[in-house]
């Protein structure tokens, strides 16, 4: 009876081991089966194309690839796959693939960073890093900007330049107006510089990015884009580096003739920024040779002019056009290139 009781037991053990070893197997070959699936993976951003990413992958494979934006104003500022962001290194995004399909989908966002030239396209030397809102009592006001070509190109027509606020909420883009590009002729497109202006009313507090960007497959192509960061300040917070210039007016040749007529001598800057106090000097001629002090602005374009007689009928004598060291007055403009300079002009004939 023991005998056949003990058979039965050791008859039951090896079932039970048979079993559990059928088990074991049995999971072995259904995980061998999970590891081969492969997952699908979409990606499908707007403006955006992606090299090295597959459309298949398996559960655990580590998938690297590259993310580029046809817009030139714009850049990927995210990577999500799925509810995962992808890590960024070297230039490339990464993530391990989940046993599940995988959506990529990438944040863009505009560009924040200065341009300053772009080869056929650049910022003019003056052009301000600040601007300050209007205020109300003041009326409309707006800020001119102005960009340049570095040869004559073919854009002179409608859609061929555009001006771009890339942080709208601070500058929006209705604040941008009056686009312009400066014809060298009228028979052609080609355009040497151009500008447009901003509406003071309309800005808000903040810093923002003006883009300008250039495009045509003319004989001159051109594919360029600009980008200006500007900041805005409330009014009388603008900050300008002013150097202390003079210029020596000899009248000799008309101060006796004309020296009862209010012979006055003016300074102005072409330049001025709303928002700041007034740069025009206005001196009243009291000997034949002048000097007059003034604050000059780095990069603002400067004129002189020397007139006499009652308004509005104003008398403009001509100024002879004069190079120093450090400064230089030539086709109407007056440029200095280190402060404390002094440069001296002369009045020659009477128009």
């Not at 009388?236 to 002013?242: H, I, K, P, R, V």
């Not at 603002?300 to 009928?313: A, D, L, R």
């Given at each position: 009876?023991?005998?056949?009781?003990?058979?039965?037991?050791?008859?039951?053990?090896?079932?039970?081991?048979?079993?559990?070893?059928?088990?074991?197997?049995?999971?072995?070959?259904?995980?061998?089966?999970?590891?081969?699936?492969?997952?699908?993976?979409?990606?499908?951003?707007?403006?955006?194309?992606?090299?090295?990413?597959?459309?298949?992958?398996?559960?655990?494979?580590?998938?690297?690839?590259?993310?580029?934006?046809?817009?030139?104003?714009?850049?990927?500022?995210?990577?999500?796959?799925?509810?995962?962001?992808?890590?960024?290194?070297?230039?490339?995004?990464?993530?391990?693939?989940?046993?599940?399909?995988?959506?990529?989908?990438?944040?863009?966002?505009?560009?924040?960073?200065?341009?300053?030239?772009?080869?056929?396209?650049?910022?003019?030397?003056?052009?301000?890093?600040?601007?300050?809102?209007?205020?109300?009592?003041?009326?409309?006001?707006?800020?001119?900007?102005?960009?340049?070509?570095?040869?004559?190109?073919?854009?002179?027509?409608?859609?061929?330049?555009?001006?771009?606020?890339?942080?709208?909420?601070?500058?929006?883009?209705?604040?941008?107006?009056?686009?312009?590009?400066?014809?060298?002729?009228?028979?052609?497109?080609?355009?040497?510089?151009?500008?447009?202006?901003?509406?003071?009313?309309?800005?808000?507090?903040?810093?923002?990015y003006i883009a300008v960007h250039a495009k045509t497959s003319s004989?001159?192509?051109?594919?360029?884009?600009?980008?200006?960061?500007?900041?805005?300040?409330?009014?009388?917070?603008?900050?300008?580096?002013?150097?202390?210039?003079?210029?020596?007016?000899?009248?000799?040749?008309?101060?006796?003739?004309?020296?009862?007529?209010?012979?006055?001598?003016?300074?102005?800057?072409?330049?001025?920024?709303?928002?700041?106090?007034?740069?025009?000097?206005?001196?009243?001629?009291?000997?034949?040779?002048?000097?007059?002090?003034?604050?000059?602005?780095?990069?603002?374009?400067?004129?002189?002019?020397?007139?006499?007689?009652?308004?509005?009928?104003?008398?403009?004598?001509?100024?002879?056009?004069?190079?120093?060291?450090?400064?230089?007055?030539?086709?109407?403009?007056?440029?200095?290139?280190?402060?404390?300079?002094?440069?001296?002009?002369?009045?020659?004939?009477?128009?």
């Amino acid at each position: 009876m023991k005998k056949t009781f003990g058979l039965i037991l050791t008859l039951l053990c090896l079932c039970l081991s048979f079993g559990m070893l059928a088990a074991c197997g049995g999971g072995k070959k259904d995980d061998n089966k999970a590891q081969d699936t492969e997952y699908t993976i979409t990606a499908q951003s707007e403006g955006c194309t992606f090299e090295g990413l597959p459309a298949q992958a398996k559960e655990g494979d580590k998938l690297t690839f590259t993310v580029s934006v046809s817009d030139s104003l714009k850049t990927v500022e995210k990577v999500m796959a799925n509810d995962t962001e992808c890590a960024f290194a070297d230039g490339k995004y990464s993530f391990t693939m989940p046993a599940q399909n995988v959506q990529v989908t990438v944040t863009v966002g505009y560009v924040q960073k200065e341009v300053l030239s772009d080869d056929a396209l650049l910022w003019s030397a003056n052009v301000p890093s600040q601007i300050c809102k209007a205020r109300k009592e003041d009326g409309s006001q707006s800020q001119d900007v102005y960009f340049e070509f570095s040869t004559p190109k073919n854009v002179g027509y409608e859609g061929n330049v555009t001006v771009t606020s890339l942080n709208p909420e601070i500058i929006p883009q209705s604040a941008l107006t009056d686009l312009f590009v400066n014809k060298l002729d009228n028979y052609n497109g080609y355009c040497d510089y151009g500008s447009f202006e901003i509406n003071l009313d309309k800005v808000s507090l903040g810093t923002a990015y003006i883009a300008v960007h250039a495009k045509t497959s003319s004989v001159t192509p051109i594919d360029a884009t600009i980008i200006k960061k500007i900041e805005v300040v409330n009014y009388g917070e603008l900050q300008e580096e002013t150097w202390q210039e003079n210029v020596e007016v000899d009248l000799s040749r008309v101060y006796d003739e004309f020296k009862d007529n209010n012979i006055m001598i003016q300074i102005s800057d072409r330049d001025h920024l709303y928002g700041t106090p007034s740069r025009t000097v206005t001196v009243a001629a009291s000997s034949d040779v002048m000097t007059v002090s003034f604050d000059y602005i780095p990069n603002h374009n400067y004129s002189i002019t020397v007139y006499y007689g009652e308004s509005p009928k104003l008398v403009f004598f001509t100024l002879n056009e004069s190079v120093t060291a450090n400064a230089t007055y030539q086709n109407g403009d007056l440029v200095f290139t280190q402060e404390g300079v002094t440069i001296s002009v002369d009045v020659v004939s009477v128009e």
